[in-house]
């Protein structure tokens, strides 16, 4: 086995673990804070590409695309708290999940509505186009390499928030008791307005990101989400922390699943039958490894307190 | 004098056969119309419906649903339109996973199934039914031309296909016919769109050229990512992978790749003239092998129409082996188990102006027929 291409996949696995702790931070912090189950924080993702796509589209800057992608998600989730979250905090959680999977359905045939069903194109920046060379004479794009800073940034972003800010105390009473900080005086429809949009942001650059790396389509932020669901679940639901660490590993196993079984199915089988059954496991080894953390530890890696 | 009477006789020859077939027939489309796959659903229902309007035929009626590219709908849907619609013929299906959950069944009961695209393995060969009609392909014949295009250039190919009875046909197809070296050979997952994991394998497998079949988002994603990737070597696949439909979103990164198929807009027929000329006029977008797939098979709907009643399944099925209507693809005609015998070219991405498209290069198979035919004991 080449150490260059091992290199190769674990730096694939951390872009892939980096993409979905975006998505799932903000997925797990509304929950924490808000006790909501966002089935529709897929859709946000949805709405940053395309805003991403049509702002380059039409300026030839993905640069002001990325900030549209912002701009646009934070507000969709703005909106969408206003008008439909707020009215499900109070509701049970079939509920929330009812109303949410609603929007989905709002959103997406609304997308289709406006852009059509023909994927849209989006592509890379010319100034992150090239790639890097890795030690043993690979090469590994600048592009994804791009990815694993942002998230990086992103991840020590939001643990300063968390810890350092005034906001990130608020953050931290509501999750504990909302009661509490309602009666001190704090502004709690605000505070929840602004977490929210938050987590709708950080949804949207994801989703600018990879459109820029697959395809921009109506319905693309469905299969991230129940990845992002799965984030949560092995981190801890409504810790920050457990996104990162739990979406990092669902990075990993999964790439180096994908990479590796099939190789060591091939030592004993035929190469045909090693790809294809080394495929199917591969593609079940995230949810084996999400049921052994559950049994292990049923409330996660990373608990939250409570 | 002679004009006037032959015309007359034509008339009357027309008002007869008229009379005679003028039962309504009911048509039931399930296909992909929401999610990743639904550019390929779109097209096949826009070409149907066009094929519908040129027509102008007052005793047909379609029903359209959507699958949403998941095998358990398209079963209720069928179940709904044979038990509620009462439909006569049920068509539309993009995908071989929801084909092979639908078409047995419905077969079974004595509905007539007309593939506009998925052709699974199974049903062509030794399951082949006489109430399953095929106006597409069997899954391996694109992929069984590119293999026999590939013995040309490359000696040490790298295959690459979703995890499912399509893809599995298609690697089969490419080997069946390919005679070179295998760099490797990997499924990846239906609806996968990161493929940095693959490439970096194919990288480092010192293969001499890639050969993929990753149908919709999945060829964007690859095909976006193999050009971000700097890895330089030749891409083909089947026609699936650089299809009308994807071909605006993986931009110039497509340019120059060869892929096989059954059809192309640039094909050399009146009926394909008229066909993309009617298309763009009504749709403002070239049409996709998926839409000529579709405008095929009611065309093929149509011309048994003419020849006999729904109600009689016999006459009606035998109506529709004769394949009798002016295919796109110029020669059509079926083989023993249903499926087409047709030509297979091998096509390259061009720029046209602004708008990117597929040209024929060169013809892989003439008259080509499947693998599984001798299976089919009809």
Known sequence: ?306 | MKTIIAAGIVGLAMSVSGLAFAEPVKIGMITTLSGGGAGLGIDVRDAFALAMKQANNPDVTVVTEDDAMKPEIAVQIADKMIQSDKVDILTGIIWSNLAMAVVPSATGQGIIYISPNAGPSPLAGANCNANYFNVAYQNDNFHEAMGEYANKDYKKVYILAPNYPAGKDSLTGFKRFYKGELAGEVYTQLGQTDYAAEIAQIRASGADSVFFFLPGGMGIAFTKQWAQSGVDLPLMGPAFSFSQDVLPAIGDAALGVKNSASWSPDLDNEANKAFVEAFQAEYGRLPSVYAAQSYDTANLILSAMGKAGVSDKDAFKAALKEADFASVRGSFKFNTNQHPIQNIYVREVVKEGDVLTNKIIDTAFENHEDAYAKDCKM
């Open chain 1, 1 to 306: 086995m080449q150490t260059a291409l091992l290199i190769e996949q674990i730096l694939n696995g951390l872009q892939f673990g980096v993409m979905l702790f975006l998505m799932a931070a903000g997925l797990t912090l509304i929950f924490g804070v808000m006790g909501l189950i966002n089935l529709a924080h897929g859709s946000l993702y949805m709405v940053g590409a395309f805003a991403c796509a049509t702002v380059a589209a039409a300026t030839g800057s993905f640069w002001l695309g990325l900030v549209a992608s912002l701009a646009a998600a934070a507000a969709a989730g703005a909106l969408m708290e206003i008008t439909v979250i707020r009215r499900l905090y109070e509701r049970d959680h079939l509920d929330q999940v009812l109303a949410t999977f609603a929007l989905i359905l709002v959103f997406s045939e609304g997308t289709r509505w406006i852009f059509g069903s023909i994927p849209l194109y989006l592509n890379i920046p010319p100034l992150l186009a090239g790639a890097i060379p890795l030690p043993g004479g690979s090469a590994y794009p600048l592009y994804r390499v791009a990815i694993i800073g942002v998230g990086i940034a992103v991840a020590i972003g939001l643990h300063l928030l968390i810890t350092r800010t005034r906001l990130g105390m608020r953050i931290r009473a509501g999750e504990s008791d909302r009661e509490m900080i309602g009666a001190l005086g704090v502004d709690i429809r605000t505070l929840y307005t602004v977490v929210f949009a938050l987590g709708a942001a950080l949804a949207g650059l994801a989703g600018a990101m990879v459109g820029a790396l697959q395809s921009v389509q109506v319905g693309m932020g469905e299969p991230v989400l129940i990845l992002a669901f799965v984030v949560i679940v092995i981190g801890g639901i409504g810790s920050i922390h457990g996104a990162l660490v739990g979406a990092l590993l669902v990075g990993l196993i999964d790439t180096l699943g994908r990479f590796l079984l099939p190789v060591a199915l091939a030592t004993f089988m035929g190469p045909s039958a090693a790809a294809s059954i080394g495929a199917s496991v591969a593609s079940m080894l995230i949810y084996v490894f999400m049921a052994l953390v559950l049994a292990i530890r049923p409330r996660g890696l990373f608990a939250a307190a409570g």
